[in-house]
């Protein structure tokens, strides 16, 4: 069968090549593959899958900590935090380093218009590796520092994810007919093997010394410097490069998957209740009356990240340009809203704990701080927002990040009222309208 479908593609390329060899754009797209009958939606799809990929990924982290709670095995949870730090600080550590591995990826897409077979197997090498990442972080989560394979397995991915990287700007550099007309590849190679000589220096320190563990990527901190001294004499500055529209709906539509999953997540819970329940009987009524605490953290989560996502929509509604900055602060915004599942289980199993509300309204005050970055940023820099948008006023997202700062020390000093804190929410209008009298 292999080899059938290899001679069938053999003839069909002998045939394109006696069509006209003189109508090829250039020697180098010649071997790359590229094709005037490749269409843009051809690589919309191929960029929009990919960033679907990594959206499942990165919110997928959160189902560890989402498992450790419904093991039931902590007493409270301090002691639950405490027997599992390895499983948290592997998702915030993993979270940073596929979100960075995805803001890589962007920018060397943009400004391609076009994708060859050679881009698009490079694409599914770093694919794989990240979907491949959160199973190593759960894994280094549960051994620690003790065994060191497993750390050379999370920075082996790091590496290799990196060099698919690196092999895609190779194929954008080497045939210019995959980029837009006037665009230049945006991100350096010396970046890029500068990474991956750091990851690789971090994978022999963590191999050799197993107790470092996840420290040796604080290594990664010397790659800026390391560039800079590369690049110090040389004439001219960091080039200025061109961001395009499709750059931004690209944040968007990524944003857009990070929260579709998370709320969906919010489920899974829920799911995990239908054999106890058909084994157990009772139907519905049964289901509500021993874990109404999970519907009701369900519902309320899932109207939390609801009423959240309406504001970041607004926001960048009002967007029409973005930079590194505004990407690290949607990031940012998406590890709060990842993270939202946790604090659920967390509040379903200890409805009634100081620190379980401190958490659950503590994450709700980090999704609104990062709202308020983002606007903040937006505010200061009007050439990134559309033309025609106006002035963007902080008010309306600094008086319910101010509420929520409000409800989460009152929550900590009167713990007895619990959630209904959140109620405080409900003076906005009248703030608002206080505050517009002035």
């Given at each position: 069968?292999?080899r059938?479908m290899?001679?069938?593609?053999?003839a069909?390329?002998?045939s394109e090549?006696?069509?006209?060899r003189?109508?090829?754009?250039?020697?180098v797209?010649?071997?790359?593959g590229?094709?005037?009958?490749?269409?843009?939606?051809?690589?919309?799809?191929?960029?929009?899958?990919?960033?679907a990929?990594?959206?499942?990924?990165?919110?997928?982290?959160?189902?560890?900590?989402?498992?450790?709670?419904?093991?039931?095995?902590?007493a409270?949870?301090?002691s639950l935090?405490?027997?599992?730090?390895?499983?948290?600080?592997a998702f915030f550590?993993?979270?940073?380093?596929?979100?960075?591995l995805?803001?890589v990826?962007?920018?060397?897409?943009?400004?391609?218009?076009r994708?060859?077979?050679?881009?698009?197997?490079?694409?599914f090498?770093?694919?794989?590796?990240?979907?491949?990442?959160?199973?190593?972080?759960?894994?280094?989560?549960?051994v620690?520092?003790?065994?060191?394979?497993?750390?050379?397995?999370?920075?082996?991915?790091?590496?290799?994810a990196?060099?698919?990287?690196?092999?895609?700007?190779?194929?954008?550099?080497?045939?210019?007919d995959?980029?837009?007309?006037?665009?230049?590849?945006?991100?350096?190679?010396s970046?890029?093997?500068?990474v991956?000589?750091?990851?690789?220096?971090?994978?022999v320190?963590?191999?050799?010394?197993?107790?470092v563990?996840m420290?040796?990527l604080?290594l990664l901190?010397l790659s800026?410097p390391i560039?800079?001294l590369?690049?110090?004499?040389?004439?001219?500055?960091?080039?200025?490069?061109?961001?395009t529209?499709?750059?931004?709906?690209?944040l968007?539509?990524?944003?857009?998957?990070?929260?579709?999953?998370?709320?969906?997540?919010?489920?899974?819970?829920?799911?995990?209740?239908?054999?106890?329940?058909a084994?157990?009987?009772?139907?519905?009524?049964?289901?509500?009356?021993?874990?109404?605490?999970?519907?009701?953290?369900f519902a309320?989560?899932?109207?939390v990240?609801?009423?959240?996502?309406?504001?970041?929509?607004?926001?960048?509604?009002?967007?029409?340009?973005y930079?590194?900055?505004?990407?690290?602060?949607?990031?940012?915004?998406?590890?709060?809203?990842?993270?939202?599942?946790?604090?659920?289980?967390?509040?379903?199993?200890?409805?009634?704990?100081r620190?379980?509300?401190?958490?659950?309204?503590?994450?709700?005050?980090?999704?609104?701080?990062?709202?308020?970055?983002?606007e903040?940023r937006?505010?200061?820099?009007?050439?990134?927002?559309?033309?025609g948008?106006?002035p963007l006023?902080l008010?309306?997202?600094?008086?319910?990040?101010?509420l929520?700062?409000?409800a989460?020390?009152?929550a900590?000093?009167?713990?007895?009222?619990?959630?209904w804190?959140?109620?405080?929410?409900?003076?906005?209008?009248?703030?608002?309208?206080l505050?517009?009298?002035?």
């Amino acid at each position: 069968m292999i080899r059938f479908m290899g001679l069938t593609s053999l003839a069909a390329a002998r045939s394109e090549a006696g069509q006209g060899r003189a109508a090829r754009p250039s020697s180098v797209g010649a071997m790359t593959g590229t094709s005037d009958a490749r269409t843009e939606r051809g690589l919309d799809r191929l960029v929009n899958f990919s960033d679907a990929v990594v959206a499942i990924a990165i919110t997928f982290l959160v189902l560890p900590l989402v498992d450790v709670v419904e093991e039931g095995r902590a007493a409270d949870l301090g002691s639950l935090l405490t027997g599992h730090y390895g499983t948290l600080s592997a998702f915030f550590i993993t979270f940073a380093v596929i979100g960075r591995l995805w803001a890589v990826h962007h920018s060397v897409f943009e400004g391609v218009a076009r994708y060859s077979p050679a881009l698009v197997v490079a694409n599914f090498v770093w694919l794989a590796a990240v979907v491949l990442l959160p199973f190593a972080a759960n894994l280094i989560s549960n051994v620690l520092d003790t065994d060191g394979s497993v750390i050379a397995l999370y920075i082996g991915t790091m590496i290799a994810a990196s060099a698919a990287t690196l092999a895609m700007q190779l194929i954008v550099r080497r045939d210019p007919d995959l980029l837009a007309p006037g665009a230049e590849p945006r991100r350096s190679l010396s970046r890029s093997l500068i990474v991956i000589s750091v990851l690789l220096a971090a994978l022999v320190l963590a191999v050799a010394v197993p107790a470092v563990n996840m420290f040796a990527l604080l290594l990664l901190l010397l790659s800026g410097p390391i560039e800079r001294l590369v690049h110090r004499g040389r004439p001219g500055g960091r080039a200025a490069h061109r961001r395009t529209e499709r750059g931004l709906d690209r944040l968007v539509n990524f944003s857009d998957a990070t929260a579709a999953i998370a709320i969906t997540v919010l489920v899974l819970p829920l799911v995990q209740l239908a054999p106890e329940v058909a084994r157990e009987g009772g139907g519905v009524p049964a289901l509500l009356a021993e874990h109404l605490d999970s519907v009701l953290a369900f519902a309320l989560s899932f109207a939390v990240i609801a009423v959240f996502w309406i504001p970041h929509h607004r926001v960048f509604e009002i967007a029409g340009d973005y930079d590194g900055a505004l990407v690290w602060l949607d990031l940012l915004w998406l590890a709060a809203l990842a993270f939202f599942p946790f604090s659920t289980s967390a509040l379903a199993l200890f409805p009634d704990s100081r620190a379980t509300i401190g958490l659950y309204i503590g994450t709700m005050a980090a999704m609104s701080g990062a709202l308020v970055l983002i606007e903040l940023r937006l505010s200061r820099h009007p050439e990134l927002r559309r033309p025609g948008a106006g002035p963007l006023p902080l008010a309306p997202a600094l008086l319910p990040f101010a509420l929520l700062l409000v409800a989460l020390a009152l929550a900590l000093l009167v713990p007895s009222v619990g959630l209904w804190w959140l109620l405080l929410l409900l003076l906005q209008r009248p703030v608002r309208a206080l505050l517009a009298r002035r």
